[in-house]
């Protein structure tokens, strides 16, 4: 599913030890709080996509978002720019101790 959003902040979660956070405890989270627009799913990397609202706030783990996109004002709407199509994507890899990168294949 395509969704587009403004990013409004970044929350940083440190979780205790409470038997509430289950597997999760005592570890650190990123959040990110997102103004969704109303685009109706449309994905602007193949089609022209314009808003002119933006749908409740919602709350997800910052690894949600995949890619960073732009927007214009045109005509009292806002036009979605999406050049992700055939782009470079981010991927982290283990450092080894003389400075290379372990490829995919050498990860643990």
């Known amino acids: 599913m ?5 990013l409004e902040k970044i929350l940083l979660c440190n979780l205790n030890s409470n038997i509430i956070w289950s597997n999760l405890q005592n570890s650190v989270h990123l959040l990110a709080v997102i103004a969704p627009c109303d685009t109706d799913g449309s994905d602007a990397s193949s089609v ?14 910052l690894r949600n978002i995949k890619a960073v996109v732009g927007r ?37």
Do not use: C, H, Q
């Not at 022209?48 to 783990?61: A, C, N």
């Not at 806002?78 to 990860?107: C, K, P």
């Open 48 to 61: 022209v996509v314009e808003y002119r609202k933006f749908l409740p706030i919602i709350v997800t783990d």
């Open 72 to 108: 214009v004002s045109t005509r009292k709407r806002w036009g979605i720019i999406d050049r992700t199509v055939n782009t470079a994507l981010a991927s982290f890899a283990e450092m080894v101790e003389d400075g290379e990168s372990l490829s995919d294949e050498e990860l643990p």
């Open 2 to 6: 395509i969704g587009y959003g403004r």
